[in-house]
Each structure stands twice: as structure tokens, then as C-alpha cells.
């Protein structure tokens, strides 16, 4: 029997991305989310547009999209609650937020010092992405912003790759931390052979 609910959230079950971006002064701000998908070499993003993250990415156009492992998954909470803003929105505030300057710090996560005019990327995140803002928009509401990004350059660590073709994932050694209705999950094993993964 389904019921007729007025859900509150619609978070599904999707994976958490640390976006790193480049602040003002240089520094680099490292924040989690996890309303991202990707279509061929785009990607999609939904953010608040009045978090730091989304800030930088409209100021600078670039940003880097790390991709934690499910075993990252006490680094990606310690960052839970904080952000980049000085100024804390007061709805933030209200809600526990905390201004955090050193992002990098508070989670344990290691900065690889990002390229020339690049933020620094997550050593310890298997998935390493430059993405550069294709086009901004708001999204359901003026606070929420859709960015659509391409992805122009992919760094992935040895022990996902596929032994046999080294530009492909391997899917059953990339094992994405999955945030669903708010909760972290991880994926279980393969639960039938894909038709289409024949077809790619
Ligand atoms: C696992 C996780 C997933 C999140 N997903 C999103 C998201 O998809 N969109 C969003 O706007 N905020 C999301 N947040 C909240 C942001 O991390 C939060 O707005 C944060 O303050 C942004 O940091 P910044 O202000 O330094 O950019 C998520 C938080 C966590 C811990």
C-alpha cells in the first residue's frame, strides 16, 4: 500500500563530492555536497548559493570535485556544520554552523597543492577532477543555484583503475561514500551482470 506523503527532503541517495575552490586570498575552501551527477565529460551540480563554495566558483569559474571513498567517511563529517563564510548566514547560525577557515585541518584531509591558478586537491580522495563553470542559474529558489560544469582534467588513483584498461574504473574497486536522506551509506557488491555495460 503506498501512502500520499508531502515528502520533506528528496535526497535519494547520491554521492558526496569535496568541491574545492579557490577564496579570495588564495587559500583554497573544501566543502561537502552531494547533489552532483555527470553526463558524458559535464557534470551537474545544486548548491546554496550562499555558501562559500558557490561564491568562489561564480568569482573564479573553476573548481576541483573530489570524490571520498566510503572509508573517508569520519573526514567528510567533521566537516559537516562548518563553512568557508566569515559572515555565517543567519539561518546557518542558527543551525550550528561554524566558520572554519582551515578546512583541510578540522577533516585530517592532506592538500596536494592545486595546479597554477587551480585549488589544491584531496591526496587521500581516489577521484581528483578540474571542472570549469559552463553556466549558473538559479534553482527551485533564488538561494539555490544549478551549476553546470566540464570537466576538463581527471586524476584517479591506481587502486581503482581497471588492471587490463587503465582509462577505465574498475567498479568493483571504486567503493563512493553515498549520502542518502542525510545518512551516509556505502554500495554493496554487484547484484547482476549489466547489459549495457556490454554496449561501452
Ligand atoms: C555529506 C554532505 C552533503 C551535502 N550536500 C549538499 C548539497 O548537495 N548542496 C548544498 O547546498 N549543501 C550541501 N551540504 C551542506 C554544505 O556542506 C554546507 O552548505 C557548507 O556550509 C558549505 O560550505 P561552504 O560555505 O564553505 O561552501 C552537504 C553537507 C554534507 C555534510
Redesign the pocket.
Known amino acids: 500500500m503506498h501512502q500520499v506523503i508531502k515528502p520533506k527532503i528528496l535526497?535519494f541517495g547520491?554521492p558526496?563530492v569535496l568541491?574545492s575552490?579557490l577564496n579570495e586570498d588564495g587559500s583554497t575552501?573544501?566543502?561537502?555536497?552531494?547533489?552532483?551527477w555527470w553526463l558524458n565529460d559535464s557534470c551537474m551540480?545544486?548548491?546554496?548559493n550562499?555558501?562559500?563554495?558557490?561564491?568562489?566558483i561564480l568569482r573564479e569559474g573553476r573548481c576541483v570535485l573530489n570524490l571520498p571513498s566510503a572509508e573517508l567517511v569520519t573526514a567528510?563529517?567533521r566537516?559537516?556544520?562548518?563553512?568557508?563564510?566569515e559572515d555565517v548566514p543567519d539561518d546557518?547560525a542558527q543551525m550550528g554552523?561554524v566558520y572554519?577557515p582551515s578546512?583541510f585541518e578540522v577533516a585530517g584531509l592532506s592538500a596536494t597543492p592545486g595546479e597554477p591558478g587551480w585549488p589544491d586537491r584531496v591526496a587521500e580522495c581516489p577521484v581528483q577532477m578540474h571542472a570549469a563553470l559552463e553556466e549558473a542559474r538559479d534553482f527551485s529558489s533564488p538561494h539555490?543555484a544549478a551549476l553546470e560544469l566540464r570537466i576538463v582534467q581527471t586524476w584517479m588513483d591506481d587502486s581503482i583503475l581497471n588492471s587490463e584498461r587503465r582509462h577505465h574504473v574498475d567498479p568493483d574497486k571504486w567503493r563512493p561514500?553515498i549520502?542518502s536522506f542525510?545518512e551516509?551509506y556505502g554500495l554493496g557488491a554487484q547484484l547482476h551482470p549489466s547489459r549495457l555495460a556490454q554496449v561501452f
Open positions: 535526497y547520491t558526496v568541491i575552490t575552501n573544501l566543502a561537502p555536497m552531494s547533489s552532483a551540480l545544486g548548491m546554496s550562499r555558501s562559500q563554495t558557490v561564491r568562489n567528510v563529517d566537516l559537516a556544520l562548518t563553512t568557508g563564510r546557518k554552523y572554519e578546512k539555490l561514500l549520502m542525510t551516509f
